[in-house]
DNA sequence: TGCCAGGCATCTA
DNA sequence: TAGATGCATGGC
């Protein structure tokens, strides 16, 4: 980050953390790489430089101007630096299998990102890949969303895409997707689908409220549940899980002490997946 | 050229 | 209700 500025540096406790992996493990399509260690990323009406220095987390705004109280907290709640990540892991390594898969990537931490960006992203990723969601994900803030900074655009707000058509759109090259996105920003935009209105469900209410946007199935909204509302006992399952979870344990079920923590253990199996375990040689 | 990718909607039996 | 199929696009 010196390259940038050495002044008003956001230091947050990053103790475990691997940010690397954390931004490139297919939880978020927001971040880029700027330079060698050093992530830029937008999440709701914020952007940041991140850099890991050891035990160290740190963010620099990109005009490098101080952060505010609620701008730190921010931060702080993204990168879920509040949870006890010694504590969970500890819990997971109880089950064998999955064990292995939290060694393959113990620097991973799941995100708290904002519900409608990751509502966005999730409906782009549907039979797609990180790489595409990503370029998907960054025209879709470039071309509509509010510029927070040079090279640092916002998702477009719901009310924004909720005018758009789906010709006005090609060219994300989204695809069929494109619909979909103007569906969740006419559902959010109108009042029908809202965050607050999600927080006060439990986890199938909030899944059905989700699954009743088109283009929202199983799946994403799922991942919404996950990422974009903190709730952790909601795993994802995606082709890779679908494959790995047979493959690691004998019912396929999770193991009892995972209980409450399935979307985070989904994410170590997830990235043991694809990476190591189930990966063909 | 065909398969695959953090799926979903729609059709059909 | 479950299973099959089409959908857009790009990388390999």
């Not at 978020?28 to 790489?33: I, P, Y």
């Not at 640092?152 to 924004?160: I, Q, T, V």
Request: hydrophobic fraction near 45%.
């Amino acid at each position: 980050m010196e390259a940038v500025n050495t002044k008003n540096l956001l230091e947050l406790d990053g103790r475990g953390i691997d940010l690397a992996v954390t931004l490139g493990c297919g939880q978020t399509f927001s971040w880029w790489q700027q330079d060698e260690g050093l992530f830029a990323g937008v999440a709701g009406p914020h952007a940041v430089l991140a850099r890991q220095a050891g035990p160290v987390l740190q963010l620099q705004k990109p005009d490098a101007t101080p952060f505010d109280a609620a701008e730190a907290d921010f931060w702080h709640h993204y990168f879920a630096l509040g949870e006890d990540y010694e504590t969970i892991c500890g819990l997971l390594r109880q089950s064998k299998p999955l064990a292995a898969c939290v060694a393959t990537a113990p620097g991973i931490r799941v995100l708290r990102q904002p519900f409608f960006d990751t509502l966005l992203c999730f409906i782009l990723s549907q039979n797609s890949n990180i790489p595409r969601i990503t370029q998907n994900a960054t025209g879709l803030r470039t071309h509509f969303g509010r510029q927070l900074y040079p090279g640092f655009f916002a998702f477009p707000a719901a009310e924004r895409l909720a005018a758009l058509d789906v010709a006005e759109l090609e060219p994300l090259r989204a695809g069929y997707r494109a619909r979909y996105l103007i569906e969740a920003g006419r559902a959010v935009a109108s009042g029908r689908v809202t965050e607050e209105a999600l927080h006060a469900l439990d986890d199938e209410q909030a899944r059905q409220a989700l699954c009743g946007i088109t283009g929202v199935g199983r799946k994403v909204a799922d991942c919404v549940l996950l990422f974009g509302l903190g709730r952790r006992g909601v795993a994802p399952m995606d082709t890779w899980m679908n494959k790995a979870m047979p493959a690691l344990f004998e019912d396929g079920a999770w193991p009892a002490c995972a209980a409450g923590l399935e979307g985070i253990a989904q994410q170590y199996v997830f990235w043991w997946a694809r990476n190591d375990g189930l990966k063909p040689k």
